[in-house]
């Protein structure tokens, strides 16, 4: 092997990636294990396949969640953070969110103190894959969601709190607004710089992967200062830093008859209500979606359900600095240590770093690896009771049928 150690990042935001790469991953709290012990099983199996030993993973664990709590006393610790950085890539499981400990969410609080500001979560039909759907084979999308603000800044009082009131009567007598008495207060900020640079990444992801439209994704007719203000510079940074490769619907109509150039990426909005509407009638009119924080959330989980469900639904966290790939779902504590959850989420978010490392060739292999196993009818709890003839098979035995399908 030609070289080993830690991935570095250059000034133009490039990876250098060794043939040995120390990466650390959480396992996560409930099933968290389960699902991490599957998808490392697969991961390595993927890199022995693509690169016959040539590439490797070291990997560092990290204490994290509860966990973290029990060997440290801490939730989420600096050293840990830290260790995140150093490394530029990390993987994670879902965490749990202590009651009453102070901490609104890890998830949260790991993306606001990295600066991840783009969660990204690609949204693709695995065939077989009960879903909902009649066509569900038509959804092909990759949501960029705000990471950093809106609603989940986490700026809020509590009803009745001293701090309540205080901005309550700032608002009612200096500003002239309206407030129901005893309200709880939550402050919603939407900044043109944080909106732009994920905005530009959405844009630069659509132009890497051959995607034609990016759409902004808002509620602007209700919220125009903070929502429509997202889809004000979502167009701006479009034309700044792409206007050789952009053009909006006007463009689209009024010089090229409604059919776009080769070569060229369609920036549209859609209003979020009527978005929810169209990624059910028309999903393939939709590639990238660019949206604020909370729309996010919502659109990513929904169009999850159209292909099978959030089992089945990878992502991954990005900054300047380094990248964090996790589950998109729950801890699932009823099922902590039973061997039975479907670890597919995890495993694609592993693909997805693959791809982001480079190794493209082993995240090939987990996702057609993946297509076959279900296929096969050998898959974990939540599809066999969906699949007829299916044969149910623990979690770690998934990543194992994984692993003998490369």
């Not at 609603?151 to 701090?163: C, F, N, P």
């Not at 939709?286 to 089945?312: E, K, R």
Request: aromatic fraction near 8%.
């Amino acid at each position: 092997m030609e070289n080993s150690g830690i991935i570095t990042k250059n000034n133009d935001g490039s990876i250098n990636v060794p043939d040995i790469a120390t990466i650390p991953f959480i396992e996560g709290d409930g099933t968290g294990p389960d699902i991490w012990r599957a998808t490392q099983t697969v991961i390595n199996g993927a890199i022995a396949a693509a690169y016959k030993g040539s590439k490797k993973i070291n990997w560092l664990e990290l204490y994290v969640g509860e966990k973290g709590y029990e060997k440290t006393g801490e939730w989420l610790s600096q050293e840990a953070l830290d260790n995140i950085k150093k490394h530029v890539v990390a993987i994670k499981g879902p965490l749990t969110t202590p009651i009453g400990k102070g901490i609104r969410s890890l998830n949260v609080t790991i993306r606001q103190k990295l600066d991840l500001f783009a969660c990204v979560r690609p949204v693709k039909y695995i065939d077989s894959v009960p879903s909902p759907m009649k066509r569900p084979e038509k959804i092909d999308m990759v949501v960029f969601r705000e990471n950093t603000e809106d609603v989940y800044a986490g700026i809020e009082w509590e009803s009745q709190s001293d701090e309540a009131n205080e901005v309550i009567c700032f608002l009612t007598e200096k500003m002239g607004a309206n407030i129901a008495e005893n309200s709880g207060i939550g402050i919603k900020p939407v900044s043109a710089k944080n909106t732009k640079r994920l905005v530009a990444s959405a844009i630069s992801h659509a132009i890497d992967n051959g995607y034609t439209s990016v759409t902004l994704m808002h509620k602007g007719n209700i919220m125009k200062f903070t929502e429509g203000a997202f889809n004000k510079w979502g167009y701006e940074v479009a034309k700044e830093k792409f206007g050789n490769v952009t053009i909006t619907e006007d463009e689209l109509y009024k010089s090229y008859d409604g059919k776009l150039p080769e070569g060229k990426i369609l920036i549209k909005d859609r209003i979020a209500d009527m978005l929810f509407q169209q990624v059910l009638l028309r999903p393939e009119e939709f590639d990238v979606i660019a949206t604020p924080n909370l729309n996010g959330d919502y659109i990513s989980d929904a169009l999850a359900a159209q292909v099978g469900g959030l089992g089945m639904a990878p992502g991954a966290n990005i900054g300047d600095e380094c990248a964090v790939f996790e589950a998109t779902h729950g801890t699932a504590p009823k099922y902590a240590g039973l061997d039975k959850v479907n670890p597919s989420s995890l495993i694609l978010s592993g693909a997805m770093m693959l791809d982001y490392m480079g190794w493209k060739e082993a995240a090939d292999i987990i996702r057609q690896s993946l297509q076959k196993t279900v296929k096969a009818k050998t898959v974990t709890y939540d599809l066999a009771r969906q699949i007829d003839g299916a044969t149910e098979i623990s979690c770690s035995a998934f990543g194992d049928a994984m692993v003998a399908k490369m």
